[in-house]
């Protein structure tokens, strides 16, 4: 009697088990699956240094510029920003969410590899649209084993140009880890997320 009892417990766990997993299974297709779209950005802050209230290099004290251009100079740079993500899961999935544990971004310029960095702060994610605040080291791409002075310049001209039309195509790239029930899983290839 108590065998059976063992067994079928043993059952009930097992099935719970396989149920869990294909909720996890069918989330992860559905957030493999989703569209991402970057819905806004309220806050870059770099080095501590609030980029949003600078419109020229006019606007950036002595001070200022000196810490970024030694931070660029290192490729030590930090940046910290509160942006809206707007996730759109497929029909039936709305209901889905998924803890990420891990972001890997990338940013393309024309699509060259221009700035890379990495989240390490758990962000729940969820259909429509989601508040994240990230901290993140900036790494900017290297050209003779330095970070790219014409990286940065170029940049730096698109975050300026007024012009639409004459802005460089920018498309934000990310590879996230998501907790599952057998443990985190990243992705196997970036998303794009275009702004």
């Known amino acids: 009697m108590m065998k059976k009892h063992v067994l079928n417990y043993l059952l009930l766990v097992m099935l719970a ?3 869990f997993s294909c909720k996890t299974k069918d989330d992860l297709q559905a957030f493999k699956e989703a569209k991402y779209s970057l819905a806004g950005i309220n806050e870059v802050k770099l080095n501590g240094i609030n980029l949003l209230e600078k419109k020229r290099p006019e606007d950036f004290s002595f001070s200022e510029a000196a810490i970024l251009f030694t931070a660029f100079s290192e490729n030590e740079l930090s940046a910290s920003s509160n942006l809206g993500l707007n996730v759109e899961l497929g029909e039936g999935s709305e209901e889905s969410s998924m803890t990420v ?4 971004w990338q940013l393309l310029m024309d699509g060259k ?5 990495i989240v390490n702060e758990p962000v729940e994610l969820h259909h429509g649209l989601n508040t994240i605040s990230v901290r993140t080291p900036v790494t900017f791409a290297a050209e003779n ?3 790219s002075l014409n990286s940065l310049l170029r940049l730096v001209s ?6 639409k039309a004459k802005r460089p195509n920018l498309t934000l790239q990310i590879k996230p880890t998501i907790q599952t029930s ?7 290839a970036f998303i794009n997320i275009k702004q």
């Not at 590899?113 to 960095?117: F, K, Q, R, S």
């Not at 698109?158 to 012009?163: A, G, K, P």
């Not at 057998?182 to 196997?188: I, K, S, T």
């Open 145 to 147: 084993g330095k970070p």
């Open 17 to 19: 088990a396989f149920t």
């Open 158 to 163: 698109v975050v300026s140009e007024q012009d």
């Open 182 to 188: 057998v443990g985190p899983f990243e992705l196997p």
């Open 113 to 117: 590899h221009v700035l890379n960095g």
């Open 101 to 104: 544990t891990q972001l890997k």
